[in-house]
């Protein structure tokens, strides 16, 4: 009987997002309204001839390139930075390897570097899910072929300092060094200045946040470019679709709506945490457009749901005991949310004070 390979078989699975996600959707850390419309607006004029070539991703890349201040030889568009994470564990990672992680954090790190045998080592975080800089470099050896990190992490919106990042990815240089910055727009904080420094050093940005393309899957792999035209062998030449590749410049043109939806969101974030500690629910103050709390109830989603807002479970995680993430969109759905956390918090007995308007 056919059966997959070893590391294959202990896999987890991810969680996607399930059908019946009716209400507003703060459970995946989606833009809540959508891209601009000038994407939109791009999307009405995709020509039959364009749906019918293989996708040219190479004048996007230069854009993308140009945009973020790097060379096109530095930049490789990737189906989602899901497909760079995949890429570089495959470019890098072999079965007797070792991958650190720091946990909790995104998934699929943990996914896609154990799929290639290698052994993923831990690493939890300190105290308030502080970044484990000395235990990370503790953990470093011959073998490790593989650190990576989302700044901020996925699930605790917590942030590692350029200092750290740069101690850690200096300690490493065998090993690939991944800072993953989907949320990048949220924090401001980048090590995109270092990439020519450190040639060990990956940096991903993703489309999927706040240029509100998840379902266009778009993001994008930043490294040494020795380093990426290594990656750019094991990438397939169409990995990125034409209608992705249509709308990206449009997107990236319109900077002030990503300015206006950041500011919105950062305003709510600061809402909710606000809200959050009037009512003595603890929380992780958050450099991301989501924070999570510990309400210590199921029921609190489950109530959530009922009253038309989703958020997402993170009570499996490493340290998350409890906890529930909260994704924030512009003030209209902030407004929606806090309304809607203010009464569950009241019927569950667990309300102390009042929201600020
Ligand atoms: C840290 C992090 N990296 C990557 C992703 C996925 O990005 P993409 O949609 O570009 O594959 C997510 C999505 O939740 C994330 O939290």
Redesign the pocket.
């Known amino acids: 009987m056919l059966s997959p390979c070893e590391a294959v078989r202990t896999l987890p699975p991810y969680h996607t997002p399930q059908g019946g996600r009716d209400g507003l959707r703060l459970d995946?850390?989606e833009n809540t309204v959508g891209c601009s419309p000038c994407v939109l607006a791009r999307l009405r004029q995709i020509s039959p001839e364009q749906l019918a070539r293989y996708p040219e991703r190479e004048p996007v890349e230069k854009a993308v390139a140009e945009f973020l201040g790097v060379r096109p030889t530095e930049a490789l568009l990737t189906n989602?930075?899901?497909?760079a994470?995949h890429l570089l564990c495959e470019t890098y990672l072999e079965s007797g390897d070792e991958a650190l992680i720091v946990v909790p954090?995104?998934s699929?790190f943990r996914i896609y570097a154990a799929a290639t045998g290698a052994q993923v080592i831990e690493v939890p975080t300190e105290k308030d899910f502080r970044f484990p800089t000395d235990d990370l470099l503790s953990r470093i050896t011959p073998r490790t072929r593989l650190i990576a990190i989302?700044n901020p992490?996925?699930p605790t919106g917590t942030v590692a300092s350029q200092e750290e990042l740069l101690r850690i990815a200096r300690s490493a240089p065998s090993a690939a060094v991944l800072i993953?910055e989907?949320?990048f727009e949220f924090c401001g904080l980048s090590m995109l200045d270092y990439l020519r420094e450190i040639p060990n050093l990956f940096v991903?940005r993703?489309?999927?946040?706040v240029y509100g393309l998840?379902g266009l899957?778009?993001?994008v792999l930043l490294g040494n470019s020795d380093q990426i035209r290594s990656v750019r062998h094991v990438c397939s030449p169409y990995n990125v679709n034409a209608v992705a590749l249509a709308c990206l410049p449009d997107a990236l043109a319109d900077q002030s709506y990503i300015t206006q939806y950041v500011r919105e969101v950062c305003e709510g974030r600061e809402r909710l945490q606000d809200t959050l500690e009037s009512n003595g629910i603890p929380f992780w103050p958050s450099q991301a457009n989501f924070v999570l709390a510990r309400f210590g109830s199921s029921e609190f989603i489950q109530k959530m749901r009922q009253r038309g807002i989703l958020v997402r479970d993170r009570s499996s995680d490493h340290g998350c005991e409890g906890c529930v993430r909260i994704t924030l969109g512009p003030r209209l759905h902030t407004d929606r949310l806090l309304a809607a956390l203010q009464e569950t918090l009241q019927e569950l007995g667990i309300a102390q004070g009042v929201s600020r308007p």
């Open positions: 995946f850390n989602g930075v899901d497909e994470i954090t995104y699929m989302a992490n996925n993953d989907a949320y991903t993703t489309f999927s946040k998840a899957r778009i993001g």
